[in-house]
């Protein structure tokens, strides 16, 4: 069993905050290596752009990584990110679904169109997603409470 699968089992298994977010900073530092210096060179220079708010920059330099490792997840998950801060939700749910191509797994990715969909209102796409960020991690901190009110909601307006 790799590394990351060993976390995600963990992960699974994790109850308390701190145990969850030392498995998630695991997991984060494992997805934020490529591998290979040139797509590192991409990704931090992405990153850097990002957090200084240049969104078309960081756009543009996770596209080149994507356009050199089409199958490393987090170079969409990145981008992703990024459209959404721009304000571009259509890019930015292609990207998530194409991040949840290559790691079904990752839950940043389902936790920023976990977000989207709250803001839409969109209530029953919001729970499918929540249940399959619950498969990751059930004692996720905030999940189940959002998970019985969703259902709450449901189950009233069937009545």
Same mark, same amino acid.
């Given at each position: 069993? @790799?590394?990351?699968? =060993?976390? +995600?089992?963990?992960? *699974?298994?994790?109850?308390?905050?701190?145990?969850?977010?030392?498995?998630?900073? $695991?997991?984060?530092?494992?997805?934020?290596?490529? &591998? =290979?210096?040139?797509?590192?060179?991409?990704?931090?220079?992405?990153?850097?752009?990002? @957090?200084? &708010?240049?969104?078309?920059?960081?756009?543009?330099?996770?596209?080149?990584?994507?356009?050199?490792?089409?199958?490393?997840?987090? $170079?969409?998950?990145? *981008?992703?990110?990024?459209? +959404?801060?721009?304000?571009?939700? *259509?890019?930015?749910?292609?990207?998530?679904?194409?991040?949840?191509?290559?790691?079904?797994?990752?839950?940043?990715?389902?936790?920023?169109?976990?977000?989207?969909?709250?803001?839409?209102?969109?209530?029953?796409?919001?729970?499918?997603?929540?249940?399959?960020? =619950?498969?990751?991690?059930?004692?996720?901190?905030?999940?189940? @409470?959002?998970?019985?009110?969703?259902?709450? *909601? +449901? @189950?009233?307006?069937?009545?």
């Amino acid at each position: 069993m @790799s590394t990351l699968d =060993e976390l +995600f089992v963990r992960l *699974r298994e994790a109850t308390t905050p701190v145990e969850i977010e030392t498995l998630q900073g $695991g997991i984060w530092q494992l997805w934020l290596t490529t &591998g =290979e210096h040139s797509l590192d060179k991409h990704l931090e220079a992405g990153m850097r752009a990002l @957090s200084a &708010g240049n969104y078309t920059q960081a756009i543009t330099d996770f596209t080149s990584l994507i356009d050199l490792q089409p199958t490393y997840a987090e $170079g969409w998950n990145k *981008r992703a990110t990024a459209y +959404f801060l721009r304000g571009e939700y *259509r890019a930015s749910l292609a990207d998530i679904r194409e991040t949840l191509r290559r790691e079904p797994r990752h839950f940043g990715a389902l936790s920023g169109w976990a977000n989207m969909l709250r803001a839409l209102n969109d209530d029953r796409g919001l729970l499918r997603v929540l249940v399959r960020l =619950e498969q990751l991690c059930p004692y996720w901190p905030g999940l189940q @409470s959002q998970l019985r009110e969703l259902r709450d *909601r +449901f @189950s009233e307006s069937e009545e």
